[in-house]
């Protein structure tokens, strides 16, 4: 599974509260119109049949929509959270986990002395070393957040090596 930021779940459920709100809005209106005029000139029990269900339907999506709209305001306070996590992570690897530094001790914890050559191995090592320190210095982060960062981080360190 993809990590999905905070932010993007707040963007996603403000698009969709906007749309399920405006559709159900539009559709009630539209279902009443046709429930007083009858347009369609349908039998008594037809109209009322047809009416409730879609009356229900377009409830049903104001509803929802509006219950996507308070969950943006939760995502949007997650979000700075989230965001204000995410930078002292950074400023603390840029500090503490350069170029140098990880080179000189991602082999420390390992019982393998050999040194690695492949990209992809060096890849994998460099990013399990990255992990490890970040999650020892901050315990109650998400580890999906910190295998985000990680690998926005390795790329910005390693990025012109690949």
């Known amino acids: ?31 009443i119109i046709f429930l007083i005029k009858n347009p369609l000139d349908m039998p008594m029990f037809n109209k009322y049949l047809s009416c409730g269900v879609m009356g229900a339907l377009f409830v049903l999506f104001f509803v ?14 997650k ?26 001790h991602m082999y420390d914890d390992d019982e393998v002395y050999e040194k690695l050559t492949d990209k992809e191995d060096l890849y994998f090592k460099r990013s399990e070393y990255i992990k490890k320190r970040i999650m020892r210095q901050y315990v109650n982060v998400s580890e999906e957040l910190i295998d985000a ?6 790329e910005k360190i390693f990025g012109d090596e690949n």
């Open 1 to 31: 599974m993809v990590y999905q930021s905070s932010a993007q779940k707040a963007e996603d459920n403000q698009s969709s509260g906007i749309m399920l709100v405006t559709v159900g809005a539009i559709g009630l209106i539209g279902d």
């Open 64 to 77: 929802m929509g509006i219950l996507a709209v308070r969950s943006y305001k939760i995502f949007k306070d």
């Open 79 to 104: 979000a700075t959270e989230e965001g204000t996590v995410i930078d002292k992570i950074a400023k603390w690897s840029e500090q503490e986990l350069t170029y140098e530094n990880i080179e000189e």
């Open 149 to 154: 960062f990680v690998d926005d981080y390795y």
